[in-house]
C-alpha cells in the first residue's frame, strides 16, 4: 500500500466514528490548548525579561565588585588585604559588599583579558527640575551609562558625547509637566546635588530619551560626560582616596563562554566578584523557567490522560474492524502497513486536537493579552504576557502528535498482530 | 481445457502432502485435518464438500495460505510455501488469489469502486491506473452505476458481485470461494454461481469453492469430500 493511500485511508477511517473521535480530539484539545497557553506565557515574560536584560547592558562587559557578591555562596571570609568596609547600600547591578579602591582598579586593569576599566562612581542627587517645575527627588542608575534603556521616546545615551545626556523614566513626564514623552525628549533638565562638603550645586543635562518603567532597573540613565561631571561637584575638589562601588570592566565580544569564565576566575583570584549582566540575571530567569515548567507539567499531565483516550478509542475502532483488518491482510497486506494505518490513524487524531487547541488558545490568547496589557498589567510598560512564537507552537503540535503516535502503537501493534483467520471468523 | 492426470508434466497450482493442524489445548484439542494429500491443477474447478466442522474451512485456510499446519507441506507451483518469507507470502495472495466470503467483508462507509480496488490498493498500484481499471471490472459486472455509492446501500446480490468483482481486479489464477451463495437468494446464487464458472471456463481461472451446497458441488469438476478432518473420496483423480 502507498503511503499516500495510507494516510487517505488513516484519515477517512478517523472520521468514521464521528462521535468517538470527535470526545478524544477534545481531550487532546484540552492539553493542546493548555500547553500553547501556558509556553506564551512562559515566553511572554521571558521575552520581556530579555528585553530587560538588554537594557541592563552590553554583553562585552563585567560588572565588578569586592569579592563578596550577593550571588555567590555564603558569606566572603575576613581578608585583610582585600576586604573593604561594606557601603551598606546594596546595588540591585553591584550587590553588597564593600567599594572598590583605586589600586583594585590598577590590578584590574593589568588582568589579562581587561581591555579597560572604567570606575563607577556613586553619585547623590538630591533633585530634578525642569524650567522651574516643583523639585523632585531623583536618582541615577551608576551603571546607566554602559546599558541599553527600553525608550518610550528618544534616543539612546551617546557614550562619546561631551554633552552631559540624560533618560528620564516616563513615570516624571505628568510630574515635571510634559504632556507625552516625545515633548520631553530635547529639553534640558537641572539635577541638584551636594558636594561632600555640604554645599548645593546644580548641573544641567539635557533629556534625550525616556524609558518606560522597568522591572529591574530603577533611576534615570547618564551618560559618561554626565556622570563624570557630577562625581566632580560632588568631590568638590577633596583629595580623599577614591571609593567606587563598582567598575566595568570591557572585554572582547569574542570571548566564548569558556574563556568569559576564565576571566572571572582571574579577577576572583584578586579578590574581586566579575559578573556579566545574564550571571546577575540568572536568579529571575531560573525563577520565570520554574514557574514556566510546573505550568507546562500540568498540560502535560492533561495530555497524558488524552493519551489514554487515544489508546482506549483505537482499542474499540481495532475490535471493531477486526474482519476488515483480516480482509486485508487476507489480501496480502502486511503487518507493518496495518501497523502503520492505526498509527497515523492516532497521529491525525493528534494533529486534529493539537490544531483545534492552539487555534482556540491563539484566538483566545490575543485579545485577552490585549486587554490585560490596556489594563491591570499597563504599569509594565513593553510587556506582551502571552507571546504565540511559531517555533514553540510547532513544538507543541509536534509533540502532541507524538504522544498521539506513541499511544497509537499499542492499538496498532494488536491490529497488526491479528491473524486474517481469526480476524475473518470474528462475528 | 484438458484435465486428465497424464499430462502433469507441470507442477500442479497447489498440492498439499499430509497436511495437519489441531486447535485447541489439552482435553479441548480438536483435530481440525488430518494427514490430507491433494493436487489442485491449473484451470480446475474444485469444490470441498463436508459438514460444518469437518474441516472444510481449515483446508481452505491453508491452501490460501491464510494459516499454517502443524506437519505437512503446501506447494505451490512447486515451490513449498513454508520456504516463502512474509513478504512473498503477501504478494502472492495479493497478485494470484481471489477471494470470495459467505460474508460480503465490505468495508462500510467507503464507495462500490473503492471497496473494488482494495487488493490493487494494497498492491501499491497508482491512483488513477486503480481508478481505471475499478471502472472497467465494474462495467464488466453491470456495476458501473453504483460505483460511487456506498458498498452497504446495495442489495445482496449487488454485494456478492461486488465482492466478485473484487476478487478478479487483480487478475488472479486462483479464486477462493467459502459458502459463495449462502448468503443470497436462490436466484442471486444462481447468476453468482453462473458467474464464477465462466470465469473458470473462459479464462482459465482455477477455482476452489467451498460449500454444503450439493448442487453447486456437483458443477464443479470435482469434490472433495472431508469428514471429521480426513479426506473421504477423490472423485475423478489419480491421487
Redesign the interface.
Known amino acids: 500500500m502507498r503511503t499516500s493511500d495510507l494516510v487517505r485511508a488513516a484519515v477517512a477511517n478517523t472520521f468514521r466514528s464521528k462521535l468517538r473521535t470527535t470526545l478524544t480530539v477534545l481531550a487532546l484539545f484540552v492539553g493542546a490548548f493548555t500547553l500553547t497557553l501556558t509556553t506564551a506565557l512562559g515566553a511572554g515574560v521571558s521575552d520581556y525579561v530579555s528585553k530587560q536584560v538588554a537594557s541592563l547592558g552590553a554583553d562585552d562587559v563585567l560588572l565588578v565588585s569586592t569579592a563578596s557578591a550577593a550571588t555567590e555562596d555564603g558569606p566572603a571570609v575576613y581578608d585583610p588585604e582585600t576586604s573593604s568596609a561594606s557601603s551598606g547600600t546594596p546595588n540591585p547591578l553591584g550587590g553588597d559588599g564593600g567599594t572598590l579602591t583605586s589600586a583594585d582598579i590598577e590590578t584590574l586593569e593589568d588582568i589579562d583579558g581587561v581591555d579597560s576599566v572604567e570606575p563607577v562612581s556613586p553619585v547623590a542627587l538630591d533633585w530634578v527640575e525642569v524650567g522651574g517645575s516643583a523639585k523632585f527627588e531623583f536618582t541615577i542608575s551608576p551603571t546607566s551609562s554602559i546599558t541599553r534603556a527600553d525608550l518610550a521616546a528618544g534616543e539612546q545615551l551617546d557614550a562619546a558625547s561631551d554633552d552631559a545626556q540624560l533618560i528620564l523614566p516616563d513615570e516624571y513626564l505628568d510630574a515635571l509637566g510634559f504632556a507625552d514623552a516625545d515633548d520631553a525628549v530635547g529639553t534640558t533638565a537641572t539635577l541638584g546635588l551636594t558636594d561632600v562638603l555640604g554645599a548645593q550645586h546644580e548641573v544641567e543635562a539635557e533629556i534625550v530619551g525616556v524609558s518606560n518603567a522597568s522591572l529591574l532597573t530603577s533611576g534615570a540613565g547618564g551618560n559618561a560626560e554626565l556622570l563624570a561631571e557630577l562625581a566632580e561637584v560632588q568631590k568638590a575638589g577633596v583629595d580623599s582616596p577614591d571609593r567606587y562601588q563598582i567598575a566595568i570592566a570591557r572585554f572582547d565580544p569574542a570571548l566564548s563562554a569558556v574563556e568569559i569564565a576564565d576571566l572571572k576566575a582571574r579577577i576572583a583570584d584578586e579578590g574581586m566578584s566579575g559578573q556579566t549582566v545574564a550571571d546577575q540575571l540568572g536568579l529571575i530567569q531560573t525563577v520565570i523557567t520554574g514557574i514556566t515548567g510546573v505550568l507546562n507539567a500540568f498540560a502535560v499531565v492533561a495530555l497524558l490522560a488524552a493519551a489514554f483516550g487515544i489508546v482506549n478509542t483505537l482499542l474499540m475502532s481495532v475490535q471493531e474492524r477486526t474482519r476488515e483488518i483480516g480482509l486485508m491482510k487476507a489480501m496480502g497486506m502486511g503487518n507493518a502497513r496495518v501497523f502503520a494505518l492505526f498509527s497515523l490513524e492516532a497521529a491525525f487524531i493528534g494533529l486534529l486536537g493539537s490544531l483545534l487547541g492552539v487555534v482556540v488558545a491563539i484566538g483566545l490568547g490575543v485579545p485577552l493579552a490585549g486587554a490585560l496589557a490596556s489594563g491591570p498589567l499597563s504599569g509594565l510598560a513593553g510587556l506582551s504576557i502571552l507571546l504565540f512564537e511559531p517555533a514553540s507552537i510547532g513544538a507543541v503540535i509536534v509533540l502532541i502528535v507524538a504522544i498521539a503516535f506513541v499511544a497509537g502503537t499499542l492499538p496498532a501493534r494488536r491490529a497488526a498482530r491479528k491473524t486474517p483467520i481469526d480476524a475473518l471468523r470474528y462475528e | 481445457m484438458t484435465k486428465t492426470a497424464g499430462v502433469a508434466t507441470t507442477p500442479p497450482l497447489l498440492e498439499v502432502r499430509h497436511l495437519s493442524k489441531s486447535y485447541g489445548r489439552g482435553d479441548g484439542r480438536v483435530r481440525a485435518l488430518d494427514d490430507v494429500s491433494l493436487r489442485i491443477r491449473h484451470g480446475e474447478s474444485v469444490a470441498i464438500v463436508g459438514k460444518s466442522g469437518s474441516g472444510k474451512s481449515t483446508l481452505m ?1 491453508l491452501l ?1 495460505l ?2 499454517t499446519a502443524d506437519s505437512g507441506e503446501v506447494l505451490i507451483d512447486g515451490t513449498d510455501a513454508a520456504r516463502l518469507s ?2 512473498a507470502v ?6 494470484r488469489f481471489g ?1 470470495v ?1 459467505q ?1 460480503f ?1 465490505l ?4 464507495s462500490v469502486l473503492e471497496n473494488v480496488v ?2 490493487l ?4 498500484v ?2 488513477a491506473e486503480r481508478r481505471r481499471r475499478g471502472l472497467a471490472m465494474l462495467e464488466r459486472f453491470e456495476l458501473a452505476d453504483t460505483a460511487e455509492k456506498r458498498a452497504t446501500d446495495l442489495s445482496g446480490g449487488q454485494k456478492q458481485r461486488v465482492v466478485l468483482t473484487r476478487a478478479l481486479i487483480a487478475e488472479p489464477d486462483l479464486i477462493f470461494a467459502d459458502e459463495p451463495t449462502g448468503n443470497l437468494d436462490s436466484v442471486t446464487g444462481a447468476t453468482v454461481e453462473d458467474e464464477l464458472f465462466a470465469l473458470n471456463h473462459e479464462r482459465g481461472i482455477t477455482l476452489i469453492i467451498v460449500t454444503h451446497d450439493e448442487a453447486l458441488a456437483a458443477r464443479c469438476d470435482r469434490q472433495i469430500v472431508i469428514r471429521d478432518g480426513r479426506l473421504v473420496d477423490l472423485t475423478g483423480v489419480a491421487a
Open positions: 485456510h490460501a491464510l494459516d512474509r513478504t503477501n504478494r502472492l495472495r495479493n497478485r477471494f466470503f460474508q467483508f468495508t462500510p462507509g467507503a482494495l487488493p490498493t494494497i498492491a501499491g497508482p491512483t
